[in-house]
């Protein structure tokens, strides 16, 4: 669909002829530029400017729910305000997003320019974040039920919650593994960095993948325990007991030799 010709829409006469206790507000597919203020529209709970041609929004009415502001050209976000719900703002220009409100359940940000996330809050559900430049994620809530992150620099994943019921995660760097055979396992802690996660996870699956990933670290690192343990705590300790100065301090002229040797 074309856009409109924004000459041929009057954004601040459109608004000016809305009631001030409207609930939603559709602006979508408008060709805007800009979006004047929304401040007198406090009842105001969804608010739709998706397709567009924004750089920038107004300041969030304190009860909006939803925003649907995805295909933009939008640099950065507003503040987020306490009751937001629902959080749409796929294919933009961002870089980085405000501070996650608490009540957000939702929230779509794929195909943006996306470096980092900031903390998940407590009651977020689903998280699309595809399509960015992520090396890393935060650490997921307990109430994540969808994770979508596919076409991303994840080297790695954050402990999966079991609560989760889908998760996507391919077209990234990621060494970790999901429902292999057992007799794949050798092969894999040998060449680990091949593999990629491809599939959806339910309850049982994550619970493996975490095993596997505790499994995974334990004999990767196994190794350089075993040197570090020899070489801090054993080989010192053995090195100071059997010194020959140690043991001329405690060798005597009348010390059994054999049952001192035994001794140690």
Known sequence: MEFVKETDFDINAFLNSLPENIQRIDLSKRNLTYIPSLERFKKLKQLNCSNNQLTSLPSLNKNLQ????????LASLPSLNENLQILNCASNHLTSLPLLNENLQILHCESN???SLPSLNKKLQILYCSS??????????????????VRNQLT????LNEKMQRLCSDNNPICEI?????????????DIERYTIEVDVCKKQIQTLNNFRHLYWSLKFKRQLRKWLWEKIREPKIVRQYHPS?????L???TDLHTFLNNL
Do not use: A
């Open 132 to 149: 960015n430049h992520l090396t890393s994620l935060p650490s997921l809530n307990e109430n994540l039920k969808e994770l979508h992150c």
């Open 252 to 254: 005597q002229e009348d």
């Open 178 to 190: 999901i429902d292999i055979p057992i007799r794949e396992i050798i092969d894999i802690i040998l």
């Open 113 to 115: 320019h996306l470096t």
């Open 246 to 250: 140690y043991l001329f301090e405690k």
């Open 156 to 159: 790695s994943l954050p402990y």
């Open 66 to 73: 939803r925003l649907y502001c995805q295909v933009n050209k």
